[in-house]
């Protein structure tokens, strides 16, 4: 006969895996009386499974929508690795599952052996995934996850630079990067994939079903649309090499000057015209440790913004 232990760990599972069933499929699936599955289930209950009894002809338990998962068991290794994945986590002032995150470091933590225990709390003063605190908040994350997953658009009021804007789209992920969040999403109104900063996102709804999105979230992290190709061609200093290095978009594109000097490295690659005042924006912060080569437009924008920076300047003294 089985145990009661196993029983009840078998029961977990069970009910875990329907959205709706009867103490009598319970008695049925177990070869145990109706009363019996009924003292277990008001077992599994207090152990913290978020069973709900309806009442009724008709009645029986379901699961509620926040249902846990059966127990897993972890080596040390396996835990120590979670608790390295929370560790990257820490520095973000907004995440999707902020409270879920502790709860589950919480319960992790309080099963762990104590000398592994010991270990993890001591991670904290030797590891770290540093980005920068950001004090901006993107309160709409989990949000955003979940019309991803649903295939369903939203509407928001988006904070843009040239003033708040009302705006439906179709996002297809978020993604984290310099200590911001970044939603991708199908703009219905310039029929294409733009990038919104979540940060920016002032209210949020979701409206209903999407049409089919043309890629996915991994799609737009790997994939460059072209549709006007331009070449960027920058000459760099030292210093500028090592910035532009840190760059995910150009650091592929970097080779070394075939002689030394005050420059010493190029950058060449192909661009789409609508990125022009970005790469402009990014070498203008350079200065001198950055010469651009071509396109042209890109060095009337850095002259343009120099000019400007001047005037400005020039006014307040």
């Known amino acids: 006969m089985m145990s009661k232990t196993k029983l009840i760990f078998d029961l977990m599972m069970y009910v875990n895996a329907k959205r709706k069933f009867t103490a009598q499929d319970v008695a049925y699936e177990f070869d145990i009386s109706v009363r019996t599955a009924h003292r277990y289930l008001m077992e599994l209950s207090e152990l913290g499974v978020p069973l709900y009894a309806e009442q009724g002809r008709n009645g029986g338990y379901r699961i509620l929508n926040n249902r846990v998962l059966p127990p897993v068991l972890f080596d040390e290794d396996e835990a120590f690795a979670i608790f390295f994945s929370f560790q990257s986590l820490k520095h973000y002032q907004s995440l999707p599952f902020d409270i879920n995150v502790e709860s589950a470091a919480r319960k992790l933590h309080a099963n762990l052996p104590e000398d592994l225990k010991n270990k993890v709390d001591r991670l904290e003063s030797v590891l770290s995934f540093w980005n920068p605190k950001r004090i901006v908040s993107s309160p709409y994350l989990k949000e955003i996850i979940e019309a991803s997953l649903n295939g369903q658009s939203v509407i928001m009021e988006y904070a843009s630079k040239s003033g708040n804007k009302i705006k439906e789209v179709a996002p297809i ?138 005037e400005h300047y020039g006014h307040s003294s």
């Open 173 to 310: 992920g978020v993604y984290a990067n310099d200590g911001l969040w970044y939603m991708p999403a199908f703009d219905t109104e310039h029929d294409e994939v733009r990038l919104f900063r979540a940060d920016r996102i002032l209210s949020l709804e979701i409206s209903g079903i999407a049409s089919p999105v043309p890629m996915s979230l991994e799609d737009w992290l790997h994939h460059r649309t072209i549709r006007t190709p331009v070449r960027l061609h920058v000459k760099l200093t030292r210093e500028g090499l090592r910035q532009c290095q840190k760059e995910h978009w150009l650091a592929p594109y970097i080779r070394r000057a075939d002689s030394e000097g005050e420059y010493i490295a190029y950058a060449d690659m192909l661009m789409d015209d609508s990125e022009t005042g970005f790469a402009a924006d990014y070498f203008f912060r350079l200065g001198t440790d950055a010469v651009v080569l071509e396109p042209k437009e890109i060095v009337e924008d850095i002259k343009w913004r120099a000019l400007r920076l001047m």
